[in-house]
């Protein structure tokens, strides 16, 4: 019985360092927390704004999703070939749009911000999600308070491409960083991180989706938050 035992445990073990080994590095899923401020957490409508963001990483290749609770609306950006395409897709409830963005266009989310300054922070660091996080202050239009604080890690192999954002500069993964927008500061925190394979078809445009442009889109996701 006791040679039993020890044979299941392993067994188990090896299974285990089996599966770590197969585990892709350059692929899986980073779900993050959204965290809003205190006036937009008091107002009625706070019960329906998303608290999850995922980030779907293959490669080169990478999509971001927000979805609404109750599914009634998603928001989801993908980016592929290391920021060769890039497509942002919006649908609140039955209406489904897409806008495949222009060679060196600005993000909606990021247009009114011009450009960025990174500064890292070399002694600072804290655990996220499993992961040593170091730290980065970003300022934005030449001011010299920081309005950003993020941090990141180069643990993961996470291709992210330039995309005229204030992040650009920043290399590896997000694991936790604030996103001004309208006047208000929402913060994403990473909680989990899964290294797993991902099926190609995650980063393509659906089938059932209309061509749009950014300015409707921006303008239905301005109206979630007001």
């Given amino acids: 019985?006791?040679?039993l035992f020890v044979l299941i445990l392993l067994t188990a073990f090896v299974t285990a360092c089996n599966i770590n080994q197969q585990a892709p590095k350059n692929q899986g899923v980073i779900s993050y927390k959204i965290a809003y401020p205190e006036e937009i957490q008091e107002k009625g409508y706070a019960s329906f704004l998303p608290t999850k963001m995922e980030t779907t990483f293959k490669n080169k290749n990478y999509k971001v999703s927000i979805k609404g609770e109750l599914s009634l609306y998603s928001l989801e950006y993908i980016s592929r070939a290391d920021g060769d395409s890039a497509t942002t897709l919006f649908r609140v409830f039955d209406k489904r749009m897409f806008h495949n963005h222009k060679t060196g266009e600005h993000l909606f989310l990021f247009e009114k911000h011009g450009e960025s300054r990174v500064e890292f922070i070399n002694d600072t660091?804290?655990?996220i999600a499993g992961l040593i996080a170091n730290k980065a202050l970003v300022y934005l239009n030449g001011s010299n308070k920081p309005d950003i604080e993020v941090y990141y890690s180069e643990e993961i192999k996470f291709n992210r491409p330039k995309e005229n954002s204030p992040f650009d500069d920043i290399p590896g993964v997000l694991l936790e960083f604030s996103l001004p927008y309208k006047d208000l500061n929402l913060t994403f925190t990473?909680?989990?991180?899964?290294?797993?394979k991902i099926n190609?078809?995650?980063f393509a445009t659906?089938?059932?989706y209309s061509q749009s442009d950014s300015g409707e889109i921006a303008e239905l996701v301005s109206s979630l938050i007001q």
Avoid: R, S
């Avoid at 990473?190 to 797993?196: P, W």
């Fill in 206 to 208: 659906p089938n059932n």
């Fill in 190 to 196: 990473a909680q989990n991180i899964e290294l797993k």
């Fill in 1 to 3: 019985m006791h040679k």
């Fill in 125 to 127: 660091h804290k655990q």
């Fill in 200 to 202: 190609d078809k995650v």
